[in-house]
């Protein structure tokens, strides 16, 4: 059973308001511009570093939650691989071995508490490597374009129905 919803009630207000615009951006001098073999590959340049910026500064968040034990209430969380410790992710001969157990019962554990499937799986950067290398998954993936999967973790988009939030930054 699952509790009643709260509904949202929309609702108007004739008072006045402000709003603040936000932006960021990058100068790409005069002699950049004349100096660039083409002058819009040095603006789209601008524009890829001012977002890794920004991926960054959430990537640096996401790897402090995850490598946080404390970030997680007891039973929401498993270390890696441990079907009572004694199968971890990159133990690839042990058939015991089972991340899409292990993840199926962190989702289980997390719905009983909270009422509602998770949707993001948070995995340290060597969690998401041994997961993507374990033969299990890579099954499952074998026959997906290359090119959906991620480049640094290899794992796809989605895993077990899951959006991976990996953390690696420092």
Known sequence: ??????????????????????????????????????ILRRLVNGTDDLREKIELAREVRVKTLANAATSFDTGNSITLGSSAGTAPWDDYTNTDSDPERDISTGCEAIEAKIG????????????ARRLAMHPKLRALIKNTDSALLNQRTGLPPTVF??????????
């Open 1 to 38: 059973d699952r509790t009643d919803i709260s509904l949202y009630e929309e609702s108007y207000t004739t008072g006045t308001y402000t709003t603040k615009g936000n932006a960021i951006g990058k100068l790409v001098s005069r002699k950049q511009r004349q100096n660039a073999d083409s």
């Open 116 to 127: 509602f499937e998770p949707n993001y799986l948070v995995l340290t950067y060597k969690s």
């Open 161 to 170: 129905g899951l959006t991976p939030l990996i953390g690696r930054a420092s």
